[in-house]
């Protein structure tokens, strides 16, 4: 009887370890601990983790890889796609966002249809005293020693590191000239003085949050980041 009642004590002590491994995935979520900025045309954070089947598709097709799977701390979202934009930007020049067309189970959806309105965020501009045009600044070498772009004027097709691709500029416009979604960002005065060279990034409602600003923004951290859609936070 001892010996049977040692075998039910152990095994209650392991179906109560499995229970409790199980409720912690809730945690992350439960308390907004992790929010990871989705593919273009995720769903809603809840019908996303929902739909998901956590296939891989969409990561397989990226020509940038910027799409990478969760890990264990994102709980119930293990195995879920997200874009870590300061890594690896969305390059949302590609042609017909192909991992919205590899999803297999609508998670990622094209029934907005139009490119510009599949938001995956909004960048905003989080650290204005470390942005070089706001200091009114230039920028000469590489902007960053990680990350992938698509350079159309080295080769529309075929991605390079950007620690690939020197920059000369008289006045850092990073966050401008790399933007995939034209009229998305632009650079407006600081002031009404003509000589002041300052200029203060404005997103406008044309930004689909890809991450390209933030990605390819040369100060640490980036003085330009991305937000998740309200949507993803609830």
């Not at 769903?43 to 799409?67: D, R, W």
């Not at 017909?96 to 990622?108: D, E, H, N, R």
């Not at 850092?172 to 003509?194: F, K, N, Q, S, T």
Request: contains cysteine; aromatic residues 4%.
């Amino acid at each position: 009887m001892d010996a049977d009642r040692r075998t039910l004590l152990r095994s209650l002590a392991a179906a109560a370890l499995v229970v409790g491994v199980s409720m912690l995935g809730a945690i992350p979520i439960a308390r907004g601990l992790v929010q990871r900025l989705r593919p273009p045309g995720a769903l809603g954070e809840k019908e996303f983790l929902a739909a998901c089947i956590k296939c891989g598709q969409c990561v397989q097709v990226c020509p940038v890889e910027a799409i990478v799977l969760a890990d264990a701390w994102d709980g119930f979202g293990l195995g879920a796609p997200y874009v870590d934009a300061r890594a690896q930007a969305c390059d949302f020049s590609c042609d017909a966002v192909q991992c919205i067309l590899a999803c297999p189970s609508g998670a990622l959806s094209h029934a907005l249809n139009a490119k510009e309105q599949v938001r995956m965020g909004f960048a905003r501009l989080d650290r204005p005293d470390l942005c070089l045009a706001r200091l009114g600044q230039g920028f000469k070498g590489v902007a960053r020693e990680v990350g992938l772009h698509r350079y159309s004027e080295v080769d529309r097709w075929n991605p390079i590191p950007i620690a690939k691709h020197p920059y000369d500029l008289p006045l850092c416009d990073l966050c401008v000239r790399e933007c995939p979604i034209e009229g998305a960002i632009r650079l407006d005065p600081l002031g009404d003085d003509p000589l002041d060279p300052r200029r203060t990034p404005v997103v406008t409602d044309r930004c689909v949050g890809c991450g390209m600003c933030e990605m390819i923004c040369p100060t640490e951290p980036a003085a330009i980041v991305i937000d998740l859609p309200k949507e993803a936070k609830a």
